[in-house]
T-cell receptor, first 111, second 113 residues
Protein backbone atom coordinates (compact mmCIF):
# COMPACT_ATOMS: atom_id res chain seq x y z
CA UNK A 1 0.00 0.00 0.00
CA UNK A 2 0.86 3.66 0.02
CA UNK A 3 3.41 5.04 2.50
CA UNK A 4 3.38 8.75 3.27
CA UNK A 5 6.25 10.38 5.16
CA UNK A 6 5.98 13.88 6.55
CA UNK A 7 8.71 16.26 7.73
CA UNK A 8 9.44 17.98 9.96
CA UNK A 9 7.50 16.63 12.93
CA UNK A 10 7.76 19.99 14.70
CA UNK A 11 8.32 23.46 13.30
CA UNK A 12 8.62 26.82 15.00
CA UNK A 13 8.61 30.07 13.07
CA UNK A 14 8.44 33.75 13.91
CA UNK A 15 5.22 35.50 13.11
CA UNK A 16 5.37 36.84 9.58
CA UNK A 17 7.87 34.24 8.37
CA UNK A 18 7.03 31.39 6.00
CA UNK A 19 6.56 27.75 6.94
CA UNK A 20 7.08 24.76 4.67
CA UNK A 21 6.02 21.19 5.37
CA UNK A 22 7.02 18.39 3.03
CA UNK A 23 5.52 14.99 2.36
CA UNK A 24 6.76 12.13 0.22
CA UNK A 25 4.69 9.24 -1.04
CA UNK A 26 5.57 5.83 -2.41
CA UNK A 27 2.75 4.91 -4.80
CA UNK A 28 3.21 6.59 -8.15
CA UNK A 29 -0.47 5.98 -8.86
CA UNK A 30 -1.54 8.38 -6.10
CA UNK A 31 -3.35 11.29 -7.66
CA UNK A 32 -5.07 13.31 -4.95
CA UNK A 33 -3.27 15.05 -2.08
CA UNK A 34 -5.23 16.90 0.63
CA UNK A 35 -3.86 18.80 3.61
CA UNK A 36 -5.63 18.99 6.96
CA UNK A 37 -5.20 21.37 9.88
CA UNK A 38 -6.00 20.20 13.39
CA UNK A 39 -6.09 22.78 16.15
CA UNK A 40 -5.66 21.59 19.70
CA UNK A 41 -8.66 19.55 20.83
CA UNK A 42 -10.50 20.03 17.56
CA UNK A 43 -11.25 17.97 14.48
CA UNK A 44 -8.98 17.99 11.42
CA UNK A 45 -10.22 20.32 8.71
CA UNK A 46 -9.35 20.36 5.04
CA UNK A 47 -7.38 23.47 4.16
CA UNK A 48 -6.20 22.80 0.63
CA UNK A 49 -5.86 19.94 -1.81
CA UNK A 50 -4.24 19.24 -5.16
CA UNK A 51 -4.75 16.73 -7.93
CA UNK A 52 -1.95 15.11 -9.84
CA UNK A 53 -2.68 16.99 -13.03
CA UNK A 54 -1.76 20.27 -11.35
CA UNK A 55 1.67 21.38 -10.16
CA UNK A 56 0.66 24.14 -7.78
CA UNK A 57 -2.42 25.51 -6.12
CA UNK A 58 -2.82 28.65 -4.01
CA UNK A 59 -5.45 29.91 -1.62
CA UNK A 60 -4.52 33.25 -0.08
CA UNK A 61 -1.55 32.59 2.24
CA UNK A 62 -1.54 28.85 1.67
CA UNK A 63 -0.11 27.00 -1.31
CA UNK A 64 0.60 23.40 -2.17
CA UNK A 65 3.15 22.22 -4.72
CA UNK A 66 3.38 18.78 -6.24
CA UNK A 67 6.36 17.10 -7.88
CA UNK A 68 5.12 13.85 -9.39
CA UNK A 69 8.52 12.80 -10.63
CA UNK A 70 10.07 13.03 -7.19
CA UNK A 71 6.84 11.91 -5.51
CA UNK A 72 6.67 14.71 -3.03
CA UNK A 73 4.31 17.54 -2.24
CA UNK A 74 4.66 20.48 0.08
CA UNK A 75 2.51 22.92 2.02
CA UNK A 76 3.65 26.52 2.07
CA UNK A 77 2.24 29.06 4.51
CA UNK A 78 3.35 32.64 4.02
CA UNK A 79 3.09 35.57 6.45
CA UNK A 80 2.37 33.19 9.31
CA UNK A 81 0.09 34.28 12.13
CA UNK A 82 -0.38 32.86 15.64
CA UNK A 83 -3.68 31.31 14.56
CA UNK A 84 -1.76 29.16 12.10
CA UNK A 85 -0.39 27.24 15.08
CA UNK A 86 -1.77 23.70 14.78
CA UNK A 87 -0.91 20.19 13.66
CA UNK A 88 -0.90 19.75 9.90
CA UNK A 89 -1.44 16.42 8.17
CA UNK A 90 -0.81 15.53 4.57
CA UNK A 91 -2.52 12.62 2.83
CA UNK A 92 -2.41 10.76 -0.46
CA UNK A 93 -4.77 8.49 -2.30
CA UNK A 94 -4.94 6.80 -5.68
CA UNK A 95 -8.49 5.55 -5.56
CA UNK A 96 -10.24 8.03 -3.33
CA UNK A 97 -11.45 5.14 -1.21
CA UNK A 98 -8.74 5.30 1.40
CA UNK A 99 -6.50 8.19 2.35
CA UNK A 100 -3.01 7.53 3.68
CA UNK A 101 -1.90 10.14 6.18
CA UNK A 102 1.46 11.45 7.19
CA UNK A 103 2.39 11.53 10.88
CA UNK A 104 1.70 15.22 11.26
CA UNK A 105 3.69 18.42 11.78
CA UNK A 106 3.17 20.53 14.85
CA UNK A 107 3.56 24.15 13.79
CA UNK A 108 4.11 26.88 16.36
CA UNK A 109 4.05 30.50 15.29
CA UNK A 110 5.85 32.68 17.80
CA UNK A 111 4.39 36.20 18.18
CA UNK B 1 -21.20 20.36 14.35
CA UNK B 2 -20.32 20.29 10.66
CA UNK B 3 -22.89 17.61 9.87
CA UNK B 4 -21.02 14.71 11.44
CA UNK B 5 -21.49 13.96 15.10
CA UNK B 6 -19.52 11.67 17.35
CA UNK B 7 -20.58 10.64 20.81
CA UNK B 8 -19.62 10.49 23.52
CA UNK B 9 -16.81 13.01 23.65
CA UNK B 10 -15.10 11.10 26.48
CA UNK B 11 -15.46 7.40 27.26
CA UNK B 12 -13.96 5.25 29.95
CA UNK B 13 -13.69 1.52 29.59
CA UNK B 14 -12.91 -1.11 32.14
CA UNK B 15 -10.70 -4.04 31.29
CA UNK B 16 -12.64 -6.76 29.47
CA UNK B 17 -15.50 -4.53 28.41
CA UNK B 18 -16.77 -3.82 24.93
CA UNK B 19 -17.70 -0.22 24.20
CA UNK B 20 -19.39 1.34 21.20
CA UNK B 21 -18.57 4.73 19.75
CA UNK B 22 -21.27 6.48 17.78
CA UNK B 23 -20.85 8.33 14.48
CA UNK B 24 -23.77 9.96 12.66
CA UNK B 25 -23.72 12.19 9.58
CA UNK B 26 -26.42 14.17 7.83
CA UNK B 27 -24.31 15.21 4.84
CA UNK B 28 -25.63 12.43 2.61
CA UNK B 29 -22.06 11.22 2.27
CA UNK B 30 -21.57 7.78 0.81
CA UNK B 31 -18.47 6.65 2.63
CA UNK B 32 -17.61 6.65 6.31
CA UNK B 33 -14.33 5.96 8.08
CA UNK B 34 -12.91 5.32 11.51
CA UNK B 35 -9.40 6.45 12.39
CA UNK B 36 -7.36 6.09 15.50
CA UNK B 37 -5.04 8.94 16.47
CA UNK B 38 -2.09 8.37 18.78
CA UNK B 39 0.62 10.91 19.55
CA UNK B 40 3.38 10.85 16.95
CA UNK B 41 1.61 8.27 14.79
CA UNK B 42 -0.78 10.33 12.78
CA UNK B 43 -4.08 8.88 11.69
CA UNK B 44 -4.40 5.13 11.26
CA UNK B 45 -7.38 3.60 9.50
CA UNK B 46 -9.44 1.07 11.43
CA UNK B 47 -12.42 0.39 9.12
CA UNK B 48 -14.22 2.07 6.30
CA UNK B 49 -17.48 1.68 4.46
CA UNK B 50 -18.32 2.96 1.01
CA UNK B 51 -21.92 1.77 0.88
CA UNK B 52 -24.55 0.51 3.26
CA UNK B 53 -24.13 -3.06 4.47
CA UNK B 54 -20.54 -3.22 3.28
CA UNK B 55 -17.27 -2.35 5.01
CA UNK B 56 -13.57 -3.09 4.71
CA UNK B 57 -10.76 -3.49 7.20
CA UNK B 58 -8.15 -0.83 7.44
CA UNK B 59 -4.59 -1.14 8.66
CA UNK B 60 -5.40 -1.78 12.33
CA UNK B 61 -8.79 -3.54 12.38
CA UNK B 62 -7.89 -6.19 14.96
CA UNK B 63 -9.95 -5.82 18.12
CA UNK B 64 -12.53 -3.58 16.48
CA UNK B 65 -15.85 -4.18 14.75
CA UNK B 66 -18.26 -1.99 12.79
CA UNK B 67 -21.66 -2.07 11.13
CA UNK B 68 -23.26 0.05 8.42
CA UNK B 69 -26.98 -0.61 8.52
CA UNK B 70 -27.89 2.96 7.60
CA UNK B 71 -26.17 5.44 5.34
CA UNK B 72 -26.07 7.98 8.16
CA UNK B 73 -24.56 5.78 10.84
CA UNK B 74 -21.28 3.92 11.29
CA UNK B 75 -20.77 2.79 14.89
CA UNK B 76 -17.43 1.39 16.06
CA UNK B 77 -17.19 -1.25 18.76
CA UNK B 78 -13.93 -1.54 20.63
CA UNK B 79 -13.84 -5.10 21.88
CA UNK B 80 -11.95 -6.61 24.78
CA UNK B 81 -9.60 -8.13 22.19
CA UNK B 82 -8.13 -4.68 21.55
CA UNK B 83 -5.21 -4.68 23.96
CA UNK B 84 -4.34 -1.02 23.85
CA UNK B 85 -7.53 0.90 23.17
CA UNK B 86 -6.67 4.16 24.89
CA UNK B 87 -6.61 6.69 22.06
CA UNK B 88 -8.46 9.45 20.27
CA UNK B 89 -10.93 8.09 17.72
CA UNK B 90 -12.01 10.12 14.72
CA UNK B 91 -14.90 9.37 12.41
CA UNK B 92 -15.00 10.86 8.93
CA UNK B 93 -17.26 10.83 5.92
CA UNK B 94 -17.06 11.86 2.28
CA UNK B 95 -18.69 11.46 -1.08
CA UNK B 96 -17.32 8.58 -3.11
CA UNK B 97 -15.09 9.52 -6.00
CA UNK B 98 -11.73 11.11 -6.42
CA UNK B 99 -11.28 14.67 -5.28
CA UNK B 100 -13.64 14.64 -2.36
CA UNK B 101 -12.01 15.25 0.99
CA UNK B 102 -13.03 14.05 4.39
CA UNK B 103 -15.30 15.78 6.83
CA UNK B 104 -14.24 14.76 10.31
CA UNK B 105 -16.25 14.45 13.48
CA UNK B 106 -15.03 16.05 16.69
CA UNK B 107 -13.67 12.79 18.05
CA UNK B 108 -14.07 10.49 21.05
CA UNK B 109 -11.32 10.11 23.60
CA UNK B 110 -11.36 6.57 24.99
CA UNK B 111 -9.50 5.73 28.16
CA UNK B 112 -9.09 2.33 29.75
CA UNK B 113 -9.39 2.44 33.53
Amino acid sequence: GENVEQHPSTLSVQEGDSAVIKCTYSDSASNYFPWYKQELGKRPQLIIDIRSNVGEKKDQRIAVTLNKTAKHFSLHITETQPEDSAVYFCAATNTGNQFYFGTGTSLTVIP
Amino acid sequence: DGGITQSPKYLFRKEGQNVTLSCEQNLNHDAMYWYRQDPGQGLRLIYYSQIVNDFQKGDIAEGYSVSREKKESFPLTVTSAQKNPTAFYLCASRFNGLGYGYTFGSGTRLTVV
